[in-house]
């Protein structure tokens, strides 16, 4: 024992192998605390076991052993030690038996006895307990019966209500049945029937009101028009008394008013009611015509906004409502096709427009948001444009001024409606200027026509007046002044024709019809001054130029006619400056305004006199053609007849007659006297120039072929008739022989053959101061050839040759210098 503790005392130092077990000793320690404790998972603790070494299993069973032995010597242990208590234990236990037994049967035997003294008293509680439970029951079905019944008589309202129609307040019943009543009595199968009843109610509901407004939106359709003609009605007779009180206050100008539905000028709270400002004139209630609201009944639109206001579907509801508008506005809109035809058709177009509008004015204004004022803005502006393009398109086909008049007063009224609704119209203004030319075009042609009937029922001769009264009628229907004329005594002519004064009038009612247009227009008066002007500038320049000028072109006008309008035209240019003056004091813009529209009427009839002028040159020339085509020239006789040929004669006379109707052309001043001298002038020129030149044409005609000296002699005759008529001066004015000299060409050509003087006519030729200066070699040339084959045919010249056969040789000498002389020309 002592060597053990001297051994223990002083251990050896321990080998590598202690040291290995001793750690190993440790691992399988901590395993094995690990494996005994209950909350760690076995699975780790296992692998790391096999995980390990290759002997690890082995040595781990052989620890294991070891362990439960350890442990098993450890329970013996403790049991060793507690057995004696454990004995000592059940001893008492089984003393304490006997005595349980006892005391148990002195429980059941105080029980039993305690059970059969107690029957009776259970009877009587049980019978107090199912009267209570009775009572209990009746109350509480009193209590339950005192719920449902609210329930039963709000349904039973909700269906009274449904039968009589009041389906705003069926709504706020099924409101109050959801919310209040049902929900307490949920739990009973009729009140589950009731809720799911209630949603079908509500679409019925709905139906219903729905198809009333169907009805509405039928019902304003149909009373539109007659809506839009009170609308309309009310709006002429507010204007016509704004206007009447404008005039005798002396303003030209009012402020328009915004009409309501019955009738009177209203003004729009914030709250979307309509304020009435004639609401307390009661004694014109009985005139009071008809109102929309008494040709709409607009509650169906109202009880179905509430409708589905109360059903949370509003917006369904107004875009419905916007949708069906929209679709009655495009169908409004829509004319028919024969609407030009007359103005009813016009006047049921705008009625059922300002119908609409109205009525969706109504509905802005006593809703609240069903239309805003974007939609209806919208709407004015889709109906202002379909409106404008189909008045474009129908009034382009009206040709009567009455029926375009009738329509521009329509648009007036129509626009000053609906303007007075608070809808902008300036375009519908903009486009009154497009239908002002239509009917200005419609006025030009309705006033040719009467220019037309003037000119063919006028007799182109001076007014003849017999009294001082037929004077003064006259005056008063042209201005005519001429103090010569005013001096001579009854009975007298005046120069113009009856076309004047007529002509005259009917621009005078073409600037009255003009201004007619002009009227409501709301445009100051020089607008309405630039206007007419510029619209009789059309009929003077355009219209009653053409019916001038179509008139001086008509085969049956002559030479006479053609002075008298040249006449006619003078005067109606005179007149002018009245017809300024006229517009003047209608609209009361003074001529000298910086932006007055001038009259063209000044250049209109000179172009007219210029015309008239050249046409009477044409005819002049015309006449003389055609008594050209009545010579009868027998180009091979051997002498004249001693005398000129009759056609010439006739034609002189002609022109002798036709010379004195130019005295008659007015020379009341010296700026007319001068123009009527030039015209005759140089109409007498013209005359005699044309008249020479087609006697020229004759003699050299390509298809004469032969000319006798005789003939020559003849046409000399002729030839001094016609300067015989140029020196008696047909036509006063002319300066010495200017006349004459029309006939100058001829006089020297024939003076050339008549005298035979070729030796001065080919010494002088090119000469300034040559007797024969006007003598063409061409021409002599071709004249004498003609003569010569005559000479050849007819033996003209065999006295000649018999006599003095240089005759002969001197021709055929003369030929040769005038061939050689036009081929110097040509060359």
Aim: aromatic content about 8%; overall charge negative; glycine content about 4%.
């Amino acid at each position: 024992m002592d060597t053990d503790r001297l051994h223990a005392a002083l251990p050896e130092p321990p080998s590598q192998n202690e040291e290995d077990n001793k750690g190993e000793e440790k691992i399988f320690g901590n395993i094995f605390a690990e494996l005994e404790s209950v909350d760690l998972p076995l699975g780790t603790t296992l692998r790391s076991i096999y995980d390990d070494q290759p002997n690890a299993h082995k040595r781990f069973m052989e620890k294991l052993d070891t362990r439960i032995r350890n442990h098993d010597r450890e329970i013996e242990k403790m049991c060793n030690f507690h057995h004696q208590g454990f004995v000592d234990a059940i001893t008492e236990l089984l003393k304490v038996r006997a005595d349980a037994e006892k005391l148990m049967g002195q429980v059941t035997d105080t029980n039993r006895r305690l059970q059969e003294a107690g029957k009776e008293v259970t009877a009587q509680t049980e019978e107090v307990i199912r009267c209570r439970i009775q009572q209990r029951n009746m109350a509480t079905t009193v209590e339950k019966l005192q719920l449902c019944i609210p329930v039963l008589e709000m349904y039973s309202k909700l269906k009274e209500q449904l039968t009589s129609k009041r389906y705003y307040a069926a709504l706020k019943t099924m409101e109050q049945l959801e919310k209040v009543y049902i929900p307490r009595v949920s739990q009973y199968r009729f009140c589950q029937i009731m809720a799911e009843n209630l949603p079908k109610l509500r679409e019925e509901i709905k139906d219903v009101s729905m198809s009333d407004l169907k009805d509405f939106l039928e019902s304003i359709r149909k009373h539109s028009d007659k809506v839009g003609e009170t609308a309309i009605r009310q709006a002429q007779q507010h204007r016509t008394f704004i206007s009447t009180v404008a005039k005798q206050a002396g303003l030209d100008h009012y402020t328009k008013p915004l009409f309501s539905l019955k009738g009177r000028a209203h003004s729009h709270m914030p709250n979307g009611l309509l304020m009435d400002d004639g609401a307390g004139d009661e004694e014109d209630a009985d005139d009071e015509i008809l109102t929309a609201q008494d040709l709409v009944d607009f509650s169906p639109v109202y009880r179905c906004l509430h409708i589905y206001t109360v059903l949370g579907d509003r917006e369904t509801f107004e875009n419905y409502y916007r949708k069906q508008r929209k679709k009655q506005a495009r169908l409004v809109l829509q004319p028919q096709a024969n609407m030009h035809e007359t103005v009813e058709g016009y006047r049921r177009y705008f009625n059922q427009i300002v119908g609409f509008f109205v009525v969706e004015d109504h509905v802005l204004h006593a809703t609240q948001g069903l239309v805003t004022r974007a939609f209806t803005d919208e709407l004015w502006n889709m109906a202002l444009s379909k409106i404008i393009a189909v008045l474009r398109t129908h009034s382009s086909y009206c040709d009567d001024p009455d029926l375009v008049l009738e329509l521009k007063n329509l648009i007036v009224i129509f626009a000053d409606t609906l303007q007075g609704y608070g809808f902008p119209v300036s375009r519908l203004f903009d486009l009154l200027f497009e239908v002002r030319d239509q009917y200005n075009e419609t006025l030009l042609k309705k006033w040719a026509l009467v220019f037309r009937e003037i000119f063919e029922t006028d007799n182109y001769s001076p007014i003849p007046v017999e009294t001082e009264e037929e004077y003064k009628v006259v005056v008063s229907r042209f201005p005519f002044h001429d103090a010569e004329i005013e001096k001579q005594s009854f009975p007298k002519k005046l120069p113009m024709s009856q076309s004047v004064p007529q002509i005259y009038s009917q621009v005078k009612e073409f600037i009255y019809a003009s201004l007619k247009f002009s009227e409501s227009l709301h445009r100051s008066s020089t607008e309405i001054d630039d206007m007419l002007r510029k619209s009789t500038n059309l009929l003077l320049t355009r219209t009653l130029s053409s019916c001038l000028q179509n008139l001086i072109k008509k085969p049956h006008i002559g030479l006479t006619e053609l002075v008298q309008i040249i006449i006619n035209t003078t005067h109606l240019e005179q007149a002018c400056r009245y017809l300024e003056e006229f517009i003047t004091n209608i609209t009361n813009v003074s001529p000298e305004t910086v932006h007055t529209t001038r009259l063209y009427g000044l250049s209109t009839f000179k172009d007219a006199r210029h015309a008239a002028e050249g046409e009477i040159y044409t005819k002049l020339n015309q006449k003389i053609d055609e008594f050209i085509q009545l010579a009868d020239y027998e180009w091979c006789m051997a002498e004249s007849d001693g005398r000129a040929s009759g056609y010439l004669m006739d034609l002189i006379n002609f022109l002798r007659s036709t010379f004195q109707v130019f005295t008659h052309l007015p020379k009341n001043n010296n700026d007319h006297a001068s123009m009527s001298g030039k015209v005759a002038q140089t109409a007498c020129m013209s005359a005699c120039k044309h008249l020479s030149t087609s006697l020229m044409q004759m003699l050299l005609d390509s298809e004469l072929k032969q000319i006798s000296m005789g003939a020559i002699q003849q046409f000399n005759l002729d030839v001094m008739q016609c300067e015989l008529f140029a020196s008696s001066e047909p036509v006063p004015g002319f300066q010495g022989d200017t006349l004459q000299l029309a006939f100058i060409d001829l006089r020297q050509l024939l003076d050339l053959f008549m005298v035979w003087d070729w030796s001065t006519y080919l010494a002088d030729y090119g000469q300034p101061n040559s007797k024969y200066l006007r003598v063409n070699p061409a021409t002599a040339l071709a004249l004498l050839e003609k003569m010569k084959d005559t000479s050849k045919k007819n033996n003209i010249f065999s006295q000649f040759r018999k006599n003095d056969r240089d005759k002969q040789k001197l021709v055929e000498t003369v030929v040769k210098q005038l061939r050689s002389l036009v081929n110097g020309m040509s060359s």
